[in-house]
Every structure is written in C-alpha cells, then in structure tokens.
C-alpha cells in the first residue's frame, strides 16, 4: 500500500481489509485496468464506511507488500473536494519534509474540469528496507466528494537511487498519460 494514504477525512485505522473476490468490488470497475500498455488486476478492495471505497490493482506476480507499482482508484462520495483532498496530502508532504529528505511534490490544476494532480516523491526505512515512492494522484470532482485516479511506482533498497536517477526519464509521461486517461465508469453498489 502506499507510504502515503489519501489524505481526506478518513481515519486509517477505519481500513478494513477483505479478501479480493467478484462480490466484494464495490466500484463496479473490476480490472484489468490498462495504464501505460500494463494491464492492473484488482488485489484489494475496502469499504470502511458509507462513504467511502478503495480498491487497488497490481500488474499480474506482483504483491502488495512489495510492489514495483500499483494503480489505486478510491471514491469519497460526501465530505471532500479535489481542492481540500489535495491541501491534505500537501499538508502531510510538508510535515514529513523535516524527517524524510527525499520529499518532492508538485500539483497541476485543470481549471476547466475541477480536477488535480499531484505528483509527489516520498521515502522510508523505518521498517529495515529502504523504499522510494513516486504517486500521481488524479483528483475528479465526484458529486458532493471525489474520486482519485492514481498510479504509484516503488524502488526498494539498493534499486532506490537508480529508481530517482531514472524518475525524470518517466515522470511527466507518466503524468501526460494520467491526466489524458480515459476513466473508467464508477457504479456504486
């Protein structure tokens, strides 16, 4: 899962984690989701609460505890705006400036559509292995809530320098493709 969860209202305590099975996707979006010519399977859904759902795909032999990258889709029906949702994650990006060096972001507005991206850099190795994060989250206005579309890209350990050296080879196609991507249709349970 990402370093960095969407940061809206929800308390992250409140995940619950189920087993991935046809009934339990809850955004009537079952995959593959195909992102840059690599098709993304569902390998986890929640639904914490009434108002909010989350799902993650992975490209087929990769594992959530150890992904090499992972597209995420999460729905918020009530309770946050694009605007208020992105101003969080920056808000979180600026307090882990002071214990993580690497942390970079940048956020680029489509005025005309209401939606956000925002790219962001993170680390961490408070769990032994060293970990490199880049995500781009796309933020749609959903109703009185909002639905995010993203893609997250990891190096780990001895890949991590090389994953920065080669981010900027990536970075803005990535960002090109996400903010041009044809989204899916989300049905609501």
Do not use: C
């Not at 729905?75 to 979180?92: F, R, Y």
């Amino acid at each position: 899962m990402p370093l960095l969860r969407l940061a809206v209202t929800m308390v992250a305590a409140m995940v619950l984690v189920l087993p991935v099975t046809a009934q339990e996707e809850a955004l009537g979006i079952p995959g593959p989701i195909i992102f840059e010519e690599t098709a993304f399977e569902l390998a986890w859904t929640s639904h914490p609460n009434e108002a909010y759902y989350k799902q993650e795909y992975l490209p087929s032999g990769e594992a959530l505890e150890s992904y090499s990258q992972m597209f995420m889709i999460d729905v918020l029906v009530a309770g946050a705006t694009p605007e208020s949702a992105a101003a969080d994650m920056i808000a979180g990006l600026e307090q882990r400036k002071a214990s993580d060096p690497v942390v970079n972001f940048d956020m680029i507005a489509n005025e005309a559509t209401g939606e956000l991206i925002l790219d962001f850099l993170l680390s961490d190795s408070s769990t032994g292995t060293v970990i490199v994060e880049w995500n781009a989250y796309r933020y749609v206005p959903y109703g009185d809530g909002l639905m995010l579309f993203a893609i997250s890209r990891r190096g780990y350990d001895d890949e991590a320098s090389a994953f920065i050296a080669d981010l900027g080879n990536w970075r803005t196609s990535s960002i090109e493709s996400l903010a041009v991507m044809e989204l899916p249709k989300v049905v609501l349970d």
